[in-house]
């Protein structure tokens, strides 16, 4: 498989929060605002690349039969690691992602690519899936969280992943006409769902065209 | 009487579905029969308050007490990997008829992020003192597993119907329409809110 090709499709064919639906919880809970769900994207790509690393560093020492044991102890000291971070130098953003940190561990994308691809394939082609689908997992982190702040603040805050300091922020809708329901948990589900269904929306009409073309290829010769 | 209280309120108003996000891949993987529905509660309710009794003695006898407790996460899904497997081998021996109806559900709560939730929840310190002692995690732990699936339950008796229904525009099909629906479930349940 081509490098690009591997890093590619981490990011679109096979987007993990909208293609696959995968990793769902941590996607729907930290969405509230921006900046936790760019936290917890940052969070899930360091994880995953570690654990993709270092998984496909040692695949060739790990049997057959206990090989979900061994991903799973892997994956779970590598979150805790980056936990204990994170309570070291972003204790502000630690403490909004609560428990969504620990449960990284349980996160499907982290332990799928794990089973699927690291265990499979070299140490660079690992690391490069990683990178891909941590990306596009962030990204699709962004998506809901950017849509869901704007409708229910009326505007977007930034603030230091650090420490937490307030930046810079601003509110285009006035106070009476946002709607808070979209920060609130329902607004999280029917907010993916909309954007669920506009990207399957994408997809069909571009295969559609894909289609359309083939044939109009073949009509022509 | 506040057992009555904790329990009511992990099922309708703190459920772990609905405000917490949690175990939201199986809800949409398993509830499109009911049967299926009702094998994976079962399921959960059995693994969420066994591996929480498993967890909490770990942590607060062993773990604790060492001054180890970061290694929690560690320990607490080895031994949720391992009370899966263990109660896996156990029904396909002793009660097959059961393992045929649960077995395939099983593996899959080990990735199920309710059943580390609670374990998690159920250690939780302040000030040194531990938020929930024995009985009281017992409840907490048994009627969220309860309220989990209560939601399986409703939804895939939903689901059923959505997949059957011919008006859903083509874009919104599977996972998406079952989203947007989950947020009306929610919308609904809010109503239980301030009731305790």
């Known amino acids: ?221 | 009487m506040t057992f009555i209280i904790l329990g009511l309120s992990a099922i309708l108003i703190n459920n772990i579905i609905l405000t917490r996000f949690l175990g939201i891949c199986p809800l949409l993987g398993v509830s499109k029969k009911n049967s299926s529905a009702i094998g994976m509660s079962l399921a959960v309710i059995f693994v969420v308050t066994m591996s929480a009794i498993l967890s909490y003695s770990l942590y607060m006898y062993v773990l604790h007490p060492l001054g180890i407790g970061y290694l929690k996460l560690v320990s607490f899904i080895l031994i949720i990997a391992s009370f899966v497997q263990f109660v896996e081998m156990f029904l396909k021996r002793f009660v097959p008829s059961l393992y045929q109806s649960l077995g395939i559900y099983l593996p899959l709560i080990t990735t199920n992020c309710v059943v580390l939730a609670v374990s998690l929840d159920v250690v939780a310190m302040s000030g040194g003192v531990a938020n929930y002692d024995f009985l009281t995690m017992l409840i907490y732990s048994f009627f969220t597993g309860v309220g989990y699936a209560f939601i399986l339950i409703i939804f895939s008796f939903i689901q059923e119907r959505l997949i059957n229904d011919k008006n859903t525009p083509r874009s919104f099909k599977g996972s998406a329409v079952a989203l947007i629906t989950i947020g009306l479930l929610v919308m609904a349940f809010m109503g239980f809110r301030g009731m305790i």
Do not use: H
């Open chain 1, 1 to 221: 498989m081509k490098k690009r090709k591997i890093f590619i499709d981490g990011i679109f064919a096979n987007n993990a929060a909208f293609i696959l639906f995968l990793g769902m919880c941590p996607t729907l809970a930290t969405t509230k605002s921006f900046m936790s769900a760019f936290g917890m994207g940052i969070a899930v790509i360091a994880t995953i690349i570690l654990t993709n690393v270092a998984i496909s560093a040692i695949r060739r020492w790990v049997p057959n039969e206990i090989r979900i044991p061994v991903l799973i102890v892997i994956i779970a000291s590598i979150v805790t690691i980056i936990e204990m971070l994170m309570q070291a130098f972003m204790y502000d953003l630690s403490q909004t992602l609560g428990v969504y940190l620990s449960l990284i561990v349980v996160n499907c994308v982290i332990l799928g690519r794990a089973e699927a691809f690291a265990m499979k394939n070299n140490v660079f082609d690992s690391f490069l899936d990683a990178l891909g689908t941590g990306i596009g997992f962030l990204a699709g982190l962004l998506a809901l969280a950017l849509a869901r702040e704007f409708l229910g603040t009326g505007g977007l805050a930034f603030s230091s992943l650090l420490t937490g300091k307030a930046l810079w922020s601003f509110q285009l809708i006035p106070d009476n006409y946002v709607i808070p329901l979209f920060v609130d948990a329902p607004g999280a589900f029917i907010m993916f769902g909309l954007l669920a269904a506009l990207i399957n929306f994408v997809v069909m009409k571009v295969a559609e065209n894909k289609k359309k073309k083939a044939l109009a290829m073949a009509g022509g010769k």
